[in-house]
C-alpha cells in the first residue's frame, strides 16, 4: 500500500492525457509527484508493456501540451513496474494546459481563478504587486514626509528619495506601493472593533482605509492605547501599564500590513475583547515558507519588499523576519501565550490579555498547573500519583489546561509528558 493521494501526490493507473493537468498544478505551486501503475486506492498495478516506453510516451505528452515546459524528471521502478514524475516548481509561469493554468485543492487539480493567475502572472515576471504601476499618479505624500523628517531627520521628502525607496521610477512614475503610502488611495485598510461581553455587543468601531498604511497603522495603536492601557500612580511616580504588550501589538499590526496580499479588497480585521486582541491579515503565507518555518522564525520571505523596506526605516518592523520571536519574547513572563493561526487564505494572530496568575482555573487546574510549575515536566502518571486523581480527571484537566494555551504536550507514545508553556 502506497501514501495516500495528496496536495504533491498523485497516482494514475495508466497513461492518459488527464495527468496533465496536474503536471501544471505541480509546476505552478510547490512541485509534486504523479505515479504511474499505482490505482487511485494506492495499489501498486503496474504499467502494461515496456517502461522505457511509457517514459517516452509521457515525455512526448508533457512536451507537446504544456507551455511553457516545466522543469521535471522520470524514473522507473522495474520491480514494481511503475514510472514516476517528478515536476519542479519552476520559474517560468504560469505553465498552462490548453491555455488553462491549474493548481491543486487537497488531491484535486482545478483551474486557478483569476486573481491567482494573475498572481502565477507576477510571479513569472519575478515582480510583486506593489512594483505595478499605480493607476493613480497624483499622490501626496505629507505622512510619510512627517515620519521620514522624525525618524531620519531628512530636510523634506524629494523626488531623489521617492525613487531611492524604489516608489517611484522614470519609466513607470509611482508604483502601488507608493499609493499605498501616499496620502490618499483606493486600497481596503483596517477594521477595529471593540466588543463587549459578547460579539452582538459592538463598543465602538474605526475603520481605517482609503489612506496612508502610516495612518492605519497609528491609528490602530490609538485605539489599543485606549482600551488597552491606562496609567498607575506608585508614590510619586506615574506609569502606563498594559494589559497586552504595546510591542507585541506593533509587531502584529505592522506585520500584518507589510505580509498582507493587497490584491484582495478586503479589510484587516482586528477584534478586541477584554481578554484577548485577534488581528486577521488576508494572505496565507508567501510560496516557499512553510508554517513551521513561519511559526519559528527561520526565515522570512517579504511579500511586499518595498512597503516592508519603507516600515523597517522607520523602525516599524525588523527586516529579518523576527517578528513572531519579539511577540512571543513579550510574553515570556505571562502564562498564557500569544497563538498563530496559519491557513490558505488568511494569517491570525491572537494576543491574550497578560496573565501571571491563571485566576479563571479551578482548584483543580492550579493544582495540576502548580505541579508543572514546580517539576517542570511530567508525565500524565505522574501527575495522577501526586494529585490522586483518577486517570479520566487527569487527561481531562490537561485536555483544559492545553486548550486555554496555558500548557503544551512533547514527546509522543511513553514518552508524553506536559510543561507550562
Not at 492605519?216 to 490609538?222: K, P, R, V
Not at 506585520?255 to 479588497?265: A, I, Y
Amino acid at each position: 500500500m502506497n501514501d495516500r493521494e495528496s496536495r504533491n501526490l498523485e497516482y494514475k493507473e495508466d497513461i492518459s492525457n488527464t495527468f496533465l493537468k496536474t503536471v501544471s498544478a505541480f509546476a505552478n505551486f510547490d512541485g509534486g509527484r504523479i505515479v504511474f501503475g499505482v490505482d487511485d486506492d494506492g495499489r501498486t498495478v503496474g504499467l502494461a508493456g515496456d517502461l522505457e516506453q511509457a517514459c517516452l510516451s509521457i515525455e512526448n505528452k508533457v512536451n507537446d501540451a504544456l507551455r511553457p515546459v516545466p522543469p521535471y524528471r522520470l524514473e522507473i521502478d522495474e520491480k514494481r513496474g511503475t514510472v514516476t514524475l517528478a515536476v519542479q516548481e519552476g520559474i517560468d509561469k504560469p505553465y498552462l494546459y490548453k491555455n488553462k493554468a491549474y493548481r491543486r485543492n487537497d488531491s484535486a487539480t482545478v483551474e486557478v481563478e483569476r486573481m491567482a493567475f494573475n498572481r502565477l502572472v507576477l510571479d513569472g515576471a519575478n515582480l510583486s504587486y506593489e512594483e505595478l504601476p499605480a493607476s493613480d499618479q497624483d499622490l501626496t505624500f505629507h505622512r510619510l514626509e512627517a515620519q521620514l523628517v522624525e525618524k531620519l531627520h531628512i530636510g523634506g521628502l524629494t523626488m531623489d528619495i521617492l525613487k531611492t525607496l524604489s516608489l517611484y521610477s522614470d519609466k513607470d512614475g509611482y508604483n502601488r506601493a507608493a499609493a499605498l503610502l501616499a496620502d490618499h488611495n483606493d486600497f481596503p485598510g483596517v477594521d477595529l472593533v471593540r466588543f463587549g461581553v459578547t460579539i452582538d455587543d459592538f463598543r465602538d468601531r474605526e475603520i481605517l482605509d482609503h489612506f496612508s498604511v502610516i495612518g492605519q497603522f497609528d491609528g490602530a495603536l490609538t485605539m489599543y492605547r485606549k482600551y488597552y492601557q491606562y496609567e498607575q500612580v506608585d508614590g510619586a511616580q506615574r506609569k502606563t501599564v498594559a494589559l497586552i504588550p504595546e510591542q507585541a501589538f506593533r509587531e502584529a499590526v505592522a506585520n500584518s500590513l507589510v505580509h498582507r496580499t493587497w490584491d484582495v479588497k478586503t479589510a484587516i480585521k482586528i477584534a478586541m475583547y477584554e481578554d484577548r486582541i485577534e488581528i486577521v491579515s488576508p494572505g496565507g503565507l508567501p510560496f516557499g515558507i512553510s508554517p513551521e518555518e513561519y511559526l519559528h522564525g527561520q526565515i522570512s520571505i517579504l511579500r511586499n519588499p518595498i512597503l516592508g523596506n519603507v516600515f523597517f526605516r522607520l523602525g516599524f518592523i525588523e527586516k529579518f523576519g523576527t517578528g513572531i520571536r519579539r511577540i512571543n519574547a513579550a510574553y515570556e513572563q505571562s502564562i498564557i501565550k500569544p497563538r498563530f493561526d496559519v491557513y490558505p487564505n488568511s494569517i491570525a494572530v491572537t494576543l491574550p490579555v497578560l496573565s501571571l496568575v491563571p485566576t479563571f482555573l479551578t482548584e483543580d487546574e492550579k493544582r495540576v498547573f502548580q505541579l508543572l510549575k514546580v517539576h517542570v515536566r511530567l508525565s500524565r502518571t505522574e501527575i495522577e500519583e501526586k494529585t490522586h486523581f483518577s486517570k479520566d480527571k487527569v487527561i481531562r484537566i490537561l485536555n483544559q489546561l492545553i486548550d486555554e494555551n496555558i500548557i503544551q504536550r512533547v514527546g509522543h507514545g511513553r514518552g508524553t509528558r506536559y510543561i507550562c508553556r
